[in-house]
């Protein structure tokens, strides 16, 4: 038997989760994913007015803002039958742009960089040397030796008066750390400067969406902004994303290639086997023919034959997951019935075995399969089937980047194909932004300003909301009944990724990527973190789970 470690809680993350592996010869042998947090939206749904759901679905994450109420919009519409106008499809696609902007951002500075950057051995680095490691590698508006060394007076503030806040209780130091002080230093101050650009990115939600976090402008039938679509409102929106698009092409994409150029090994550790995603940001009408993110299906990483997914394959199971037992479902007959229960089935803690979770229930998320298959979902997932359709977007970015770094196309699935493919597609996506904008100044200067199209509510309907966002394939899935919601299913990107094992003892794809992990120093192991961090957890959107007879929710002890 190998040594068992326990990462819990994982931190830098949405949520409670805890991972647990076992750890053989150096490398990780056997893993579980467990989410150790719920809240009730599902059944909190049933009986209510349709329209109420996207507003209650929202607040699944203060994280994912809007993404939710998205995918909710449109399973309501499919279920009413309704097309909604150009703008309202532009608009949606630039909110849903600035999402991916702002959140990607986020994740590579904020919460994953620290796996890659020690901040400390920053405090030892050549404010000059990094000035010119600077002007080599990236175009930012920022540099030279002065301000480098007011970046690293500032850290050593931190580090003398013992209280390191955000960047606390990390592994400082850890032999898995590459970069030198100075790419250390040069990667703290664009941590610095990423954290002012947040408000100035998350603005686009508020000019066209009213506020950020959960926005206020989707509706079933389109948006309600028709009062924005000013000339004032339009030139500040084009003016924020310039400044985001500045700083995603000419800091973090060189940041990206930097930080993974001392970390190459990192691309044979890490990867999943299938990949999924729904496509999103529509270019007309014409679904999923049409979808600038586009619908497929990988499997065995062959991205080179990249399948139409069909969501009717799409089944739940919950063998190993704290609910009634029953068999795997299909979202339209999904059942939420919590079973609360201890980690490894309970009894006796001291005589808990390791690996007895393959047999037992250790998870609040399902375990979703497609055609009976663990699907990663993601960025990754979204670059593999963009190369693999030949996606010129992808394909010239994806090319670039495998020639800089001088590594094979095999490389991409990994921890680190996984975290240079969200920066990728954060450039591609907003790119294409460009276009958007362009084409709703010029409806507007037509005199087009219709974004919504009206409706009357069925007595009967059955619809599902498709669409990728930050994390992954996202899908919710309506049935109406007398003009309420009879039942009503999410199926989202991290119950997909760190979800257990399934019916068939398949590993969810978190579990699967961190076997065969190396780990340097079993009492600091950040070569987890670095795996689990790449999949950007956001284990609130995973569980949405209340007592259907008393609507009180259970109070379960985080492990």
């Not at 009986?47 to 309501?76: E, I, K, M, N």
């Not at 060394?149 to 960047?167: A, C, N």
């Not at 039938?221 to 000013?230: F, I, N």
């Not at 780990?519 to 209340?546: M, N, Q, W, Y």
Request: hydrophobic share 35%; aromatic share 10%; net charge neutral.
């Amino acid at each position: 038997m190998g040594k068992r470690i326990i990462v819990d809680p994982i931190t830098r993350i949405e949520g409670h989760l805890r991972i647990e592996v076992e750890v053989e010869g150096g490398k990780v042998k056997n893993a579980w994913s467990s989410a150790n947090m719920f809240r009730g939206i599902e059944l909190i749904l049933q009986g209510r007015d349709p329209r109420d759901a996207p507003l209650f679905t929202q607040r699944s994450c203060g994280v994912c803002t809007y993404v939710h109420y998205l995918s909710s919009v449109r399973a309501v519409e499919a279920a009413i039958g309704v097309r909604i106008p150009d703008n309202a499809r532009l608009i949606r696609n630039l909110l849903h742009g600035a999402q991916f902007q702002h959140d990607h951002i986020v994740h590579f500075y904020h919460l994953h960089a620290l796996d890659w950057v020690d901040i400390v051995s920053a405090l030892k680095a050549d404010p000059k040397k990094t000035a010119t490691l600077s002007e080599n590698s990236n175009n930012g508006k920022w540099g030279g030796s002065a301000y480098f060394k007011g970046v690293q007076e500032r850290l050593q503030t931190f580090v003398d008066s013992g209280q390191l806040g955000p960047i606390n209780n990390a592994y400082w130091g850890h032999s898995a750390y590459k970069l030198p002080p100075e790419g250390n230093l040069m990667a703290s101050a664009h941590y610095i400067e990423a954290l002012r650009l947040q408000s100035r990115t998350a603005r686009m939600h508020a000019l066209f969406g009213a506020k950020n976090p959960h926005l206020q402008s989707l509706v079933a039938g389109g948006v309600t902004c028709v009062r924005s679509l000013t000339a004032d409102k339009l030139a500040e929106f084009l003016h924020l994303w310039k400044e985001t698009q500045a700083f995603i092409e000419n800091v973090y994409i060189p940041d990206l290639l930097t930080v993974a150029s001392f970390y190459k090994d990192w691309g044979a550790i890490g990867g999943a086997t299938n990949f999924l995603c729904w496509g999103d940001l529509p270019q007309s009408e014409k679904e999923p023919e049409d979808l600038f993110l586009p619908r497929g299906w990988i499997a065995n990483r062959d991205f080179q034959n990249v399948q139409m997914p069909d969501q009717e394959k799409v089944t739940e199971h919950v063998v190993h997951a704290w609910y009634e037992d029953g068999s795997p479902k299909h979202p339209y007959q999904g059942e939420t019935k919590p079973r609360p229960g201890d980690y490894e089935t309970g009894g006796d803690k001291s005589t808990w075995k390791f690996g007895k979770p393959q047999t037992g229930k250790y998870s609040w998320f399902k375990a979703p399969r497609y055609d009976g298959e663990s699907c990663e979902v993601g960025p990754l997932a979204r670059v593999l089937v963009g190369y693999g359709l030949g996606k010129k977007e992808f394909k010239d970015v994806v090319d670039s980047t495998l020639k800089k770094l001088d590594i094979p196309a095999a490389a991409l699935f990994s921890t680190l194909g996984r975290t240079a493919a969200r920066g990728l597609e954060t450039m591609v996506i907003g790119s294409a932004m460009e276009g958007w904008i362009t084409e709703l100044v010029e409806n507007v200067k037509n005199g087009d300003t219709k974004t919504y199209e009206p409706w009357e509510m069925p007595d009967k309907g059955m619809g599902h909301g498709l669409n990728d966002v930050a994390r992954g394939a996202l899908g919710h899935w309506i049935e109406i009944e007398d003009k309420k919601i009879k039942n009503y299913q999410m199926v989202v990107p991290s119950t997909w990724n760190l979800g257990p094992r399934c019916e068939g003892g398949k590993l969810g794809p978190v579990e699967e990527a961190l076997i065969g992990t190396p780990i340097a120093d079993p009492k600091r192991p950040l070569e987890i973190l670095r795996t689990v961090h790449s999949f950007d957890p956001c284990i609130a959107c995973g569980v949405h789970v209340i007592d259907p007879d008393s609507n009180q929710v259970y109070d379960i002890k985080v492990l």
